[in-house]
């Protein structure tokens, strides 16, 4: 799957609402980052509490440009938690941390500007 980070570029194909609902975009709080210095791009592994209906998962992201490790614990990220594992590397990739490219490419974390309980479905 490619992704297409270039703000410049058009809207994607149009889907149908049901379309929409099948991809499950929870909001969960960091508790715990770590380096990923094996990975091919610059990352850090991140466990990611989602509630108790869905647990703690674990994500790679690609972060690192613009956030330092010590201050990502305790901060909401919005995360697609119904796609299957990722192996990256020796690592399982459980959940995709989502993010927007800055101006400089760099990926900037998305979240909710209010706290929201662990497992919210985006809507």
Known sequence: ????????AGAASEIAFGDFLKVDIRIGTIVEAEPFPEARK????????????????????????R??????????????????PRQIGKYMSEV???????????VILFAPDRAVPNGSRLF
């Not at 799957?1 to 410049?8: S, V």
């Not at 614990?73 to 796609?83: D, H, I, M, T």
């Not at 995709?96 to 760099?106: H, N, R, V």
């Open 42 to 65: 610059p990352a850090y592994k991140l466990k990611i509490d989602f509630g108790p209906a869905i647990g703690v998962k674990r994500s790679s992201a690609q972060i690192v440009d």
């Open 1 to 8: 799957m490619h992704l297409n980070h270039d703000a410049d």
């Open 96 to 106: 995709l941390t989502l993010g927007f490219s800055d101006a400089e490419g760099a």
């Open 67 to 84: 956030y330092a490790l010590e201050e990502l614990p305790g901060r909401q990220v919005a995360a697609v938690v119904n796609f299957p």
